[in-house]
């Protein structure tokens, strides 16, 4: 199994900033494409930006030029620099983790949500 263990959630005002992370754990040969999605009361879930392992980037374009996301393929770990933040940013946040424990076994992970509110 992968675990994820998500950090750095919380309440900020407009303008702002936030840092996540995501921690991957658990029976991981590697891993490819780390990313984080949002989801606000009453909306989809939505991609907010990916990082593949030779970190190649994808941001939504709600985020860009705000947001960025890095990653520590030695820790595992998946971050997401929040500036400039906005009341429509406020979500519960994902960490998403692909990659594989072994030849032909890949997995698809989740983390557990970190919520992030923005006041105006």
């Known amino acids: 199994q992968v675990h994820l263990v998500e950090s750095g959630g919380g309440l900020v005002q407009a303008g702002g900033s936030l840092r996540l992370s995501c921690a991957a754990s658990?029976?991981?040969?590697?891993?490819?494409?780390m990313g984080w999605y949002r989801q606000a009361p009453g909306k989809q879930r939505e991609l907010v930006a990916t990082?593949?392992?030779?970190?190649?980037?994808n941001y939504a374009d709600s985020v860009k030029g705000r947001f960025t996301i890095s990653r520590d393929n030695a820790k595992k770990t998946v971050y997401l620099q929040m500036n400039s933040l906005k009341p429509e940013d406020t979500a519960v946040y994902y960490c998403?983790?692909?990659?594989?424990?072994?030849?032909?076994?890949?997995?698809?992970?989740w983390g557990q949500g970190t919520q992030v509110t923005v006041s105006s």
């Open positions: 998403n983790v692909q990659g594989t424990q072994g030849p032909g076994r890949r997995y698809d992970s």
């Open positions: 658990g029976s991981i040969f590697d891993i490819n494409v």
């Open positions: 990082v593949t392992r030779r970190a190649s980037t």
